[in-house]
Structures are given as C-alpha cells and as structure tokens.
C-alpha cells in the first residue's frame, strides 16, 4: 500500500512558539518554590546495561538530507537518502573513523517514502523500503554495514502512520483477528511531532502486537538501532494525545522479544517531567530540537548549536550507563559544509563530549577536511565523553564566558572554558569552584599538551565562540570554608520570600518564592581580610533563572543560573564576590522577574 504524503517540517521554525510557551508559564511555576521532587528524579535500578554501556558514536543521514548545500539533494528536499549513499557513507566511516569507535550507520526519515514523500506499507502496516531508494532493500543494507563490523540504525515516527491504517481492515503480522481497526482509537486521534499517525490504544492487545510486528522485522533484517521521532510529551507537543510513555514501553518490550538487541533512542525535545519513563524504557533521548539550520549549510552557530549550552544543563543528573542525553549530530568535519567557524566546530565538540552525548556526525565522510579529521578523530577528547567520568555542569553562572566541569575518578577534573560572546575574551577557571586551591597540573586536550603547573587558576584569552579543554590535577588541599544557611533566622527574608522544605537540599531547607522583589539577604559573613572570594552558591530551580547577586552596598550583578532540573534537585555554581575583613553580608535579588531558590552558600576561610 502507498499512502499520501506528508512532511517532515523543520523543527526549527517551531521554536518561537516554545518560547512564548515558556514564558506564559513563568508565573505559575515561579512562586511554587516549595515543589517536590519531579518523578524525573528517581528512575527504576538498572541492571549493567548491554546496550548503551557507553554513548554510541557513528553516522546519521539526516543532517545532509535536511540541508540545501549545493549538490546533496539533487532530486528535490530530502533526496539525499540513498542505499548507494549510505554504503559510500558506510565504506568511509568503515575507513576513516571506525578505529576512533565510530560504528554505527543509522537511517533516518524517508528510507519508506519515494523522493515526492509518499510513504510505503506492507500487507501488514509495517514500512517498507522504497524500492528507488533503496532497491536491495533494508536487510542488504544492514548486511553491507556488517560487513564492515559497523551497526545499522533504522527510523521510524511513533504511532500508526495514517497511509498504513487501509480503513482499518489491514492484517497485523502474527496475530490472528488482529487489523489496524483494532490497534487505535476509534476516534482515529492522531499522535507524534507531526500529527501524521493515529495513536495507539494499548488497552488493546492488538496495539502491542503491532509494535511486536515492526521490531520483528527490524531484528530480521538485522538492525542494531531504531530512532523512534516525534516522541511526546515532547517533539514541541503536550497532552493525552500525545503522550507516548505507553508507545516507549511497548517498543522497549518488543524489542525484548525480538531476538537481537536493539538501541531504542527517542526524540526530539523530550520532556524534561518525564526523565524517568525515558531512562527506564530506552537507551537515549533527545534533549534539543533539531541541531541542523534547513539552510544551505548543514547547520548555523545560531541555529540552533549554540542553544545546547542552556539547555544541556538540567539534563546533567539525567545520564547513565544504558541511558544518555542526546544532543543531536556533530556536524563539524568539514568547515565549509558545516557553515561554522575553527573556533565553533571545536566549542561545539567539546560541548557535546562533555555532555557524553552520543558522538554521531551527520557530515560527508568522503569530504572531510583535515582540521574536521583532527576534531573528530582527537582521542584524549573522545575519552571524555567515553570514559567513567559523569556528566560536566556549569561552575559558573551562564553567561557569555562560562566555566563547565565535572570531577573525574581518579580525583582529577575535566574543565572546559567557553566564550560565547561575539567577540574576544579572557575566561577564568578558578581552583575555588571545584573545592581546592594552590598548584594543579594541566593537561590541554585539544592541543594534547601538558601546561605544566597552574597556582590556584588558569586563564586562556578565547575567540568569539571559542572553548579550551583541560584535564587538571590537583596537587594542593582541599579549601577550607565556612557555610552559611539561606534559612538560618539570622538572616533578612523581604519581599515574597519564604523557608520551604528541600530534601535535596542542606538542613532540608530553603529559601523559595524570590520573585517580583522577594529577596534573601544572609548575614555575618566572616572573613579575615579583604579580597574576591569564589563563593559557591548551592540552589534549585527547574528551569534557569537569573538572580541579581551584591556583597554589603556594592552594585549587583544579574547572575543567570542553570536548571538543576527540576525543583527536587540542588547544583551549585560559584560567584566571584568582593569581601572585607570582618563581618559581611550576601544578598540575592529577584529583581523584577523570577529567581531560583537559595539552598546555602560555601565561603572560603581566605582568598
């Protein structure tokens, strides 16, 4: 059967309606200070995974379907897609980057659709293969990947496609008196990112069954990997209909049935609420929508790279061995292709490694320039995102000059220094944010060269949109500090602000509702003399959340803090703050609009 068209819309031209979404949201969840822990925060025990051990690394097709580079899609928008493409893309990740661990050659939309978009069904309502496209077929291809010791991934929206639905009266494979009437809803409610399938009713066994159907024919064609798109809540939709944790689990138990393992990764823009049912019923989620510009480069540093250094943050927590944070390809092998900078290409790996994110570039293998090879093959940077160290976060607040890290096993830490600004910086990372001070050894990543030794900081002058990357060792002590609770009764509460719960949280308290002028004044803070103290502040807030920060009458700075996640989650970031000898006081600020909650703040005992 072949049904009408439908299209594959860039996400990118949603994203404003996101926005506007989130800011009508603002006052409600903003005096909710005192909310508990999200169900995101506490999924189910996992067994040692077999699949997702590590974030997979390897190849996509979309970034160069999607884009209109002069010469990639010849045959009108999205043409690209190709069984001959992807063997030459199979044949080139086999030759250049298998030995870095990129391994896997996944498929993504349009591999059952003929280049005008209508799509292809079998007598059963499972997709198959568009014979222009793909003449041997998916199991030829999946065979040919093999061949070369990679892994084949596969596509497919969530849901039952409308053009595979026949009136309701299509057989469903291996289950007798089974028919697609029987696997949706009778008001044919549609579901996914595009509203291009009927949802799913799992009251009826028959809706199994069918999911059951399609992953046994992944698994007898041989794929190690499905993408399952348009996944919600999330994929910029909410809602009944679109609630697909029931579409997840299924797929994640017929994939348990099929005989072969298989990657189940989820997107786009899943719902942060929801972590939970993710990590417990796939290997991978996208956090972000679409990283590629629909534009005549594979993408733009606006649009939408640089989006992923706001949004990673409260997904930090969320990743683990069998389960990670998706944040879409690496599309920075070849410069011209790619449309970004030297300076973006490696801000925009470095991210991306030391988020753990999956490693898969949507580039053209056979084109590669030299300084994409040298990005994408630099082994010191792919341990990072590989090896047992967990995901970085944010030390410092947000802004354009950042400062990410995260402390290894072995006691050392991994930092990244960014500038996003337009123009040069200096960036700083203080010893102090990461709880020691004195000497540390450096290791740079990207340049694979020891820095020798570095007293109590180090700080590199970046390019617009440049990033440094380090391995650092301590060899001095541990800080000494002083903590001072935001809810201790010393301390001023004005405006809306309030001691709420926080089992996260130091004592079990915070102080919450800093909006519209509500602040937090902590007094008596004591140091021996004067200087600038890196003060670690320790907060929560479900989404980011700036807060105007001033030591006694000084001038305040607005200070914009990451998500921790959710209002269950406690982070820290440091502050850089002028102290006298003797006795202090910290104040944090709502301003006019919505900060996070104040947990404590960790003072040293000397600068």
Known sequence: ?????????????????????????????????????????????????????????????????????????????????????????????????????????????????????????????????????????????????????????????VGLEKGAYGDGKVPVWNAPGCTTVDVVYSDLRTTNGWDNAYKLDFDNPCAQKYIDSQAQQFADWGYDFLKLDGVGPGSFKSGDNYNNVADVAAWQKAIATAGRPIHLELSWSLDIGHAADWKQYSNGWRIDTDVECYCNTL??????????????????????????????????????????????????????????????????????????????????????????????????????????????????????????????????????????????????????????????????????????????????????????????????LSGNASVAGCDACSGGKKVGNLYTGGKVRINDVTVKKDGIYTVKVAYVSGDPRSVTVLSNSGNGTSLKFPSTGDWGTAETVSVQLALKAGSNTITFDSGSGYAPDIDRIVVPQSV
Do not use: C
């Open 1 to 157: 059967m072949r049904s009408s068209s439908y299209p594959v819309l860039p996400t990118r031209v949603l994203r404003g309606m996101v926005v506007l979404a989130l800011t009508a949201g603002i006052a409600t969840t903003a005096p909710a200070a005192h909310a508990g822990p999200a169900a995101a925060g506490h999924a189910p025990a996992k067994a040692a995974p077999s699949v997702a051990a590590k974030p997979y690394m390897g190849w996509s097709s979309w970034s160069m379907q999607s884009s209109k580079y002069p010469g990639l899609n010849p045959d009108g928008d999205y043409s690209y897609l190709t069984e001959a493409n992807v063997l030459k893309q199979t044949d080139a990740l086999a030759a250049k980057l298998k030995k870095y661990g990129y391994d896997h050659v996944n498929i993504d939309a349009g591999w059952w659709m003929d280049k005008s978009w209508k799509t292809g069904f079998d007598q059963y309502g499972r997709q198959t293969p568009d014979p222009v496209r793909f003449p041997h077929g998916m199991k030829s291809v999946a065979d040919h990947i093999h061949s070369k010791g990679l892994k084949a991934g596969i596509y497919l929206p």
């Open 299 to 492: 993408v733009t540093w606006e649009n939408s790279v640089n989006d992923r250094w706001d949004d990673a943050p409260a997904w930090s927590r969320k990743a683990a061995p069998g389960g990670w944070n998706d944040l879409d390809a690496i599309d920075v092998g070849n410069g011209e292709m790619d449309g970004l900078t030297k300076a973006e290409r490696q801000s925009y790996m470095t991210l991306w490694a030391i988020n753990k994110s999956p490693l898969f570039t949507g580039d053209d293998i056979t084109k590669l320039d030299s300084y994409g090879v040298s990005l994408l093959t630099n082994k010191e940077v792919i341990a990072v995102d590989q090896n047992d160290s967990p995901v970085a976060r944010p030390v410092t607040p947000v802004g354009d000059q950042q400062v990410w890290g995260a402390k290894n096993p072995d006691g050392s830490y991994t930092v990244a220094l960014f500038n996003l600004g337009d123009s040069p910086a200096s960036v700083t990372a203080d010893w102090a944010s990461f709880g020691f001070s004195g000497n540390a050894s450096v290791r740079d990543l990207w340049n694979k060269a020891d820095l020798g030794t570095h007293k109590n900081k180090i700080t590199e002058a970046l390019p617009a949109h440049g990033s440094r990357l380090f391995t650092v060792k301590p060899g001095g002590s541990s800080l000494t500090t002083t903590s001072y609770e935001a809810e201790a009764t010393a301390n001023t």
